[in-house]
């Protein structure tokens, strides 16, 4: 049984067309089914009702003028053909009038009732002939041993009710070929759309980030499913092109301090004699391999922060002692390059996070100023809460600045405005404050400064923005 | 000293065990957990320098187990993890100090001699240290020296108290950053430096003598 089916049959779209046919068929069928039994089922009743009717007026005649009559009544009624069957039999079983040859071989039910078969006088030409027709009757003994016997031909109901039960049952079947059908039509027209989807899914498996699924602006659920894979396609080819550019700038960033090292201590090996210069290679080697591993700590750091793994020691504590600590630290080498530090805090805010994470950033946030911020200027630590409740810590320079266009990118990164490539660092002082600051779920602002003193400027301002506390209950 | 080195990597141990002859110590080394456990327990060594990977027993279920058996010889764990939560669980195993690598030379001998100290004559609580004639009075919390009083910030005297207790050793700028501020992470800037040059001219520059020595490529020592 392995035998392979059509692909359009193994889809899901089919299947459930097949399913729902099925339902439909089933449901159309109990409601035709329905219809006929109480249609044929009221038919009938009306057959019993006419015949009882009939049977009541023999039987009236019966006891106004006795058995003949019956007799001449049904002599009447069969005179110019009647609707009705009619048999009068006496005591003895012989036929005293009517319009039937003889009592029809059939087995009598209750009540006196039977279903038969006759064959109809060639006379009655009129109506459509057969050799055999279908009848109900009603024989009921009347009184002195006689009995009478009153039908009705029901074969054209019978044959009616016949064709619509073929109707029903040919309408079932219609409705299954048409729910096939068009589960076909269905779970193609599907199966294209998916597979459209699927061989974009292929080619960006291959390699080619650019593909995108095909959209038919209906906004129905797969046209949903193509834009949000595209989105996803979106998104990863921004990562793989980022992850790109971090390599590129990784190889830019570590090619320099690498090719000087080397050259360094090429330059070594190669001046013979004196002592004294190869050991200032050496230890300026030595320095420049720390930066490299600088570099390569930061990386980690940068990776474990987002990895989130510090969120288990997170804690709730007043910020006010961590900035008034980074503050005494920073203050003297503020002063030592020639800036005026302030520092504005204030106890009795709370935030919720890792201590040694936001000292870090605070720390970065410092050193960054004091590294862009030219001797004169100022930097200021400050401590506060916006007006909306949430617990900023910023610091705030006379530096430069960073022009709003690259303020986002900045955090990214080893994103280094090209202004400060010659600067020292990794390039990655902000991105960890950034992957710190996301950890927290606090906003990382960035705006311009106080102001620029002595022709620089405009400064710059770094915030970084804690959501409220949550009150524990 | 005698410094039993618990290290697989052969070039790590080998590197250690260098710069311990070169420094004057003995070294002794196990390449795996299960040797190294045997040795520090059936042996007296004045420190063990412990990898936190090792086969065989790892380095932290090492020294949980020296701890257990009422060992305290000083144990300072390497790790080429450097996360704060490492460093915690490090401490909490009962280790005394965790050092990332890769590392210098200077900073393991600087941490490894600070540790002794420690186990020598740390546990008697001292009310005054003397370095030549810089004196520091820890009820009182004050410094004077040559008989002169010397003014100083809170962090300052901390800062000055840590150095006079690793009098005579070297102490790495991490070392100060982690036992005066207890920072575990390297700032990018020289903050440690600053810091140094203005408790040197409160205690060294009024007078003939320099106490506080910048040790080249490796940190500080304060010394007569």
Redesign the interface.
Known sequence: MTRRLPSFVRTTAFRLTLLSAALFALSSFLILAFVYAASAGAALRRTDAVINDELAAVERRYDESGIDGVNRYILQRTVGGSDFLYLLINPNGRLLSGNLNGIPEASVGEGGWLDFVYGRAPADGDVEDRDSRRARARLVEIGDGYSVFIGIDIDDEDRLIGRMLRAILAASALVIALGIASGVVVSRRFSRRLDAINTVARTVKGGDLTRRAPRNGSGDELDELSANFNAMLDRLEELMHRMRNVGDSIAHDLRSPLTRMRNRMEDALREDGDRRSRQAALEQALVDSDELLGVFNAILSISRIEAGERKDSFETFDPSPLVADMGELYEPVCEDTGHSFGMQTEPGFTIRGDKSLVSQAMANMLDNAVKYTPPGGAIQLRLRQCSDGRVEISVTDTGPGIPEADRVRVTQRFVRLEESRNQPGSGLGLSLVKAIADIHGASLDLAEGAGGVDGHGPGLRIALVFPLVEEKA | MRVLVIEDDAEVAAYILKSLSEAGHIGTHADNGKDGLVMATSDDYDALVVDRMLPGPDGLTIIRTLRASDDHTPALILSAL????DRVKGLKAGGDDYLVK?FAAAELMARLEALTRRGGGGATAETELHVADLEMDLLSRTVRRAGQPIEL?P?EFRLLEYLMRNAGSVVTRTMLLENV?D?????????ID??I??LRSKIDKPFDDALLHTVR?AGYRLQA
């Open positions: 450097g996360d704060v939560d890769p910030q962090r501020w920072y575990h992470f390297d700032p990018q800037t020289n903050v600053v810091h040059s203005r490529g």
